[in-house]
């Protein structure tokens, strides 16, 4: 049984004045146990893993690991270099890690057999199972539903990060039953939950992760009227945390309610002015 189900939080990572803040980290990794979420993404998109030093990213993996006393954690492997890729991958594979979330090389856009090769490659040499992150907004590249079946067939491929915007790729995949489909954009959750879907990776999830648990719950107990109401109950807060680029939205709602410094990393930049009023609205509703 594959444990890629349920409600997981993509971690933003917290700075303060400039450092990696590793004391709030811990302390929003034991907020989200402690929320029932089924499991954690260390170094994903909404970490600005690319904007942390190789040391700065084992240190981060390193304080999630600790914190999270036993719930699963997966890591994000992202970059063009294959040879690089491989040696961060046998790096955290030496840890206590639940698996990798890999989206396809960004930039130099491979042809979907280079695709199949490359995420091939990867699972071949890790012990743990891989989650393919298919965002093609952000790589430039879309995994095409032919190669993610082809690539379903490795023991070591067992999920997908769904952010493709498609829902009959969406569909496709569920219907095969042999990756566990998360949805990875907030706003498709309950669509993708209702057609069957594994579960979710959401970055909204940081701000009212037991709602979040709350709907995967109703769910899966096919108590779809309260499904309902409660994604209708957080469709204004998913709007907001995509509003601007992430995470800048998500960091500004968890510094108004004391996690962290609302602090980014050059080229990210705070939430505006604008945005973060609305959030303190939302916040008071």
């Not at 930039?107 to 393919?132: E, I, K, M, N, T």
């Amino acid at each position: 049984m594959s444990i890629f189900t349920g409600i997981w939080v993509p971690l933003i990572t917290p700075f303060s004045h400039g450092q990696v803040d590793h004391a709030a980290l811990r302390k929003l990794v034991r907020y989200y146990a402690e929320a029932g979420v089924s499991g954690l993404v260390a170094l994903g998109t909404t970490g600005e893993a690319a904007a942390l030093d190789q040391l700065e990213q084992r240190a981060v993996v390193a304080t999630v690991l600790e914190a999270a006393a036993g719930l699963p954690v997966i890591v994000g492997l992202a970059g063009n270099h294959s040879g690089l890729l491989r040696e961060s991958l046998l790096h955290f594979s030496s840890a206590a890690i639940a698996g990798f979330l890999i989206p396809a090389p960004y930039y130099v856009r491979p042809s979907q057999q280079g695709l199949l090769d490359h995420f091939s490659s990867l699972a071949d040499a890790s012990p743990v199972p891989l989650v393919l992150y298919d965002i093609p907004y952000r790589t430039g590249v879309q995994i095409e539903l032919q190669t993610l079946l082809t690539l379903a067939a490795h023991p070591q491929i067992q999920a997908v990060k769904d952010c493709a915007g498609s829902a009959a790729t969406t569909q496709a995949l569920i219907a095969d039953g042999r990756l566990q489909v998360l949805a990875g954009e907030d706003g498709n959750i309950f669509s993708s939950l209702c057609m069957g879907g594994s579960g979710a990776i959401t970055a909204s999830a940081h701000v009212r992760p037991q709602r979040f648990v709350a709907l995967y719950r109703a769910v899966s107990e096919q108590r779809l009227h309260d499904a309902r109401a409660i994604f209708h109950e957080l469709a204004p807060l998913i709007r907001l945390m995509f509003a601007e680029a992430s995470p800048g939205p998500v960091k500004a709602m968890l510094a108004q309610q004391g996690w962290i410094s609302d602090e980014l990393r050059a080229p990210m930049t705070r939430a505006s002015p604008a945005l973060r009023a609305k959030l303190q609205q939302l916040a008071q509703v």
